[in-house]
């Protein structure tokens, strides 16, 4: 039993520890494990928010939108080692543990202002509130004008790809749905993503990607072809799920294709604004 014992230790240590502490990035197996808890996590964040009569809509998206660049906040500053004077607790920060840190800094005032009855701009104030507090911080970390520049560049392609795919999917193609938030919000999110990694990776070059499918494609094509890939699977994305899903399902699976591209994409141009 102590070579299975030291065999699962050594695997843990080898996919999910190592990566974590040494900052090494992804792998195929912490990325499928990851990935399957964001699956039962929105699976059981919809349940219990349906559970309490929580309704999914456009007011809960908008101010919820505040956690989630805060997110990205809290990742970046980790890279910076904002957060070292915590010692080992700084790794709640970093993937996937930060998914809970965050869920619990929404949450909680979430039934706070459910159950007082409040309306659910307090929760929006309150996100502001600790996004404008980490914003000072980060502001207190850039060093250099360099870094200004391309956090400008990163999110100036990041705008205009989103704008032009905008253009094509409602006048274009007359797809009207994509005036609404819930669904052009997420393909910004990752057009952001996409942008900063594109900044980073093909105009910078001193920086990698870490993410598996990513670091795969950039192995084939040239790195600008991200932006035009994520911006057409997001959207396609948000297209199918309208097609397949409706009511609460649809806005949690949204809700979380938005967390997956506005909260890295958010962490990545931050990265630059501070460590250039």
Same mark, same amino acid.
């Not at 014992?5 to 499928?32: A, D, W």
């Not at 101010?63 to 989630?68: A, R």
């Not at 904002?82 to 965050?102: H, K, N």
């Given at each position: 039993?102590?070579? +299975?014992?030291?065999? =699962?230790?050594?695997?843990? %240590?080898?996919?999910?520890?190592?990566?974590?502490?040494?900052?090494?990035?992804? $792998?195929?197996? $912490?990325?499928?494990?990851?990935?399957?808890?964001?699956? =039962?996590?929105?699976?059981?964040?919809?349940? +219990?928010? %349906?559970?309490?009569?929580?309704?999914?809509?456009?007011?809960?998206? +908008? $101010?919820?939108?505040?956690?989630?660049?805060? *997110?990205?906040?809290?990742?970046?500053?980790?890279?910076? *080692?904002?957060?070292?004077?915590?010692?080992?607790?700084?790794?709640?920060?970093?993937?996937?543990?930060?998914?809970? +840190?965050?869920?619990?800094?929404?949450?909680?005032?979430?039934?706070?202002v459910h159950y007082f009855g409040l309306k659910d701009r307090y929760l929006g104030y309150f996100g502001l509130v600790l996004l404008f507090g980490f914003s000072i911080a980060v502001v207190s970390e850039i060093t250099s004008s360099v870094g200004v520049r391309y956090f400008l560049i990163g999110v100036g392609l990041a705008i205009l790809g989103c704008f032009i795919t905008y253009l094509v999917l409602t006048k274009l193609l007359n797809l009207d749905r994509f005036k609404n938030i819930m669904n052009w919000s997420p393909v910004f999110g990752h057009s952001l993503d996409a942008s900063s990694t594109t900044v980073a990776v093909g105009i910078i070059g001193t920086f990698t990607e870490q993410h598996v499918v990513p670091a795969l494609m950039f192995d084939y094509f040239t790195v600008w072809i991200f932006i035009p890939f994520k911006l057409a699977l997001s959207a396609a994305t948000i297209y199918c799920l309208d097609e397949v899903f409706s009511g609460g399902w649809s806005w949690i699976i949204k809700f979380t294709v938005l967390v997956v591209g506005l909260g890295p994409g958010t962490r990545n141009i931050l990265s630059l604004l501070m460590t250039l």
């Open positions: 039993m102590e070579w +299975i014992r030291m065999s =699962v230790s050594g695997f843990v %240590n080898k996919y999910y520890i190592e990566p974590l502490v040494e900052g090494t990035g992804y $792998n195929m197996v $912490n990325t499928v494990t990851y990935l399957f808890i964001l699956v =039962v996590a929105a699976f059981l964040v919809y349940k +219990i928010l %349906n559970k309490l009569e929580i309704d999914l809509d456009r007011e809960l998206w +908008i $101010n919820l939108l505040p956690f989630v660049f805060l *997110g990205g906040f809290l990742r970046a500053l980790m890279d910076v *080692g904002f957060f070292d004077f915590l010692g080992s607790f700084r790794y709640l920060f970093i993937t996937p543990l930060i998914f809970f +840190i965050l869920f619990l800094m929404a949450f909680i005032p979430l039934l706070i």
